[in-house]
T-cell receptor, first 117, second 114 residues
């Protein structure tokens, strides 16, 4: 099956710094990638949808200036948490849709656990 | 945003028995996709089963099957012959036809009792 690699899997940073999380589709081209945030024992909350070569579409209530998403190529999307604060600590998951298949399925990265001290 | 609701935060089932997880959704579209994903403690999302809304036949994958009621906007998952490895969080998900919206339900934590 299609593979999505997410890096880093864990990151700890100080409050006020910025953190970048990468999401790569390894064996397919992803025109659309989705970024989710998941709190412990809760569901995946869609943050934004990114399309290659265009601006991301953010869900209501998600600060676009805080969560910068870039989808510069068909295999890479990045999420940058700017000026991170402890309340940004969470599990972030990316997923991608294979433009070459029509099953509708999303392929998920392994997730990134962000801890802001 | 579309809404996906799972009314059972927790469920338990005896090993080898059958359990049904419920899901309802809201959409104004006629064509879309529905999914059930499993999230074990590793947090890696695993696709369990998918259903295209234009198909009347319920999807099945080995021990997993769905009951898709389009008019009622209901999409339940039945797990037969439950195994210990089935214990996980299960999420129902909706994807619109265009593919630019993908929303998850609130999740159901399934415990399998030996």
């Amino acid at each position: 099956g299609a593979v999505v690699s997410q890096h880093p899997s864990r990151v700890i940073c100080k409050s006020g710094t910025s953190v970048k999380i990468e999401c790569r589709s390894l064996d397919f081209q992803a025109t659309t990638m989705f970024w989710y945030r998941q709190f412990p024992k809760q569901s995946l909350m869609l943050m934004a949808t990114s399309n290659e070569g265009s601006k991301a579409t953010y869900e209501q209530g998600v600060e676009k200036d805080k969560f910068l998403i870039n989808h510069a190529s068909l295999t890479l999307s990045t999420l940058t948490v700017t000026s991170a604060h402890p309340e940004d600590s969470s599990f972030y998951i990316c997923s991608a849709r294979d433009r070459g298949e029509n099953t509708g399925e999303l392929f998920f990265g392994e997730g990134s656990r962000l801890t802001v001290l | 945003a579309q809404t996906v609701t799972q009314s059972q935060p927790e469920m338990s089932v005896q090993e080898a028995e059958t359990v049904t997880l419920s899901c309802t959704y809201d959409t104004s579209e006629s064509d879309y996709y529905l999914f059930w994903y499993k999230q074990p403690p590793s947090r890696q999302m695993i696709l369990v089963i998918r259903q295209e809304a234009y198909k009347q036949q319920n999807a099945t994958e080995n021990r997993f099957s769905v009951n898709f009621q389009k008019a009622a906007k209901s999409f339940s998952l039945k797990i037969s012959d439950s195994q210990l490895g089935d214990a996980a969080m299960y999420f129902c998900a909706y994807r619109n036809w265009a593919g630019n919206q993908f929303y998850f339900g609130t999740g159901t934590s399934l415990t399998v009792i030996p």
